[in-house]
C-alpha cells in the first residue's frame, strides 16, 4: 500500500519561501508522476505541479509558475516542492498525490494522497 507522508507547512509572510517535503513508501514513487495538489477554504483540490518518475515531464499551475519548484530524491523517496515569492492566495491544504499519468489531473483521477500540510500566508 503506498503512503504519502508530508511535512513542511506552516506560517510565512508575503514575499517568504517555504519547502514542502513528501515522504513515499510502500512503492510509491515508481511509475507515473507524483505532485502537489492544493485547497483553499471553499474551493476545490487543484493541481499545482507535478513531476514524472522519470524526471523528464513537470507541469505548473499558472498561478505559481516561475515561483515553485518541484523536484525528486529517487534514491530518498522524497518529494520537494520549493515555494518562493509566496502570496496570501497560495494560502490552503497541500496534498501530497501519486497517479499513473503523466502532466495535469484532476482530482478525480489521483490515486493516491497524503493527509495534508497548511501552509498560510500572512500580507
Known amino acids: 500500500q503506498v503512503q504519502l507522508v508530508e511535512s513542511g507547512g506552516g506560517s510565512v509572510q508575503t514575499g517568504g519561501s517555504r519547502r514542502l517535503s513528501c515522504k513515499a513508501s510502500?512503492?510509491?514513487?515508481?511509475?507515473?508522476?507524483m505532485g502537489w495538489f492544493r485547497q483553499a477554504p471553499e474551493e476545490e483540490r487543484v493541481l499545482v505541479a507535478s513531476?514524472?518518475?522519470?524526471?523528464?515531464?513537470?507541469y505548473y499551475a499558472d498561478s505559481v509558475k516561475g515561483r515553485f519548484i518541484i523536484s525528486r530524491d529517487g534514491a530518498n523517496g522524497t518529494l520537494l516542492l520549493q515555494m518562493n515569492n509566496l502570496k496570501p492566495e497560495d494560502t490552503a491544504v497541500y496534498y501530497c498525490?501519486?497517479?499513473?499519468?503523466?502532466?495535469?489531473?484532476?482530482?478525480?483521477?489521483?490515486?493516491?494522497w497524503g493527509q495534508g500540510t497548511q501552509v498560510t500566508v500572512s500580507s
Open positions: 513531476i514524472s518518475w522519470t524526471g523528464f515531464t513537470t
Open positions: 498525490v501519486k497517479y499513473l499519468n503523466i502532466g495535469f489531473i484532476t482530482a478525480r483521477e489521483v490515486d493516491y
Open positions: 510502500g512503492g510509491g514513487f515508481t511509475g507515473g508522476s
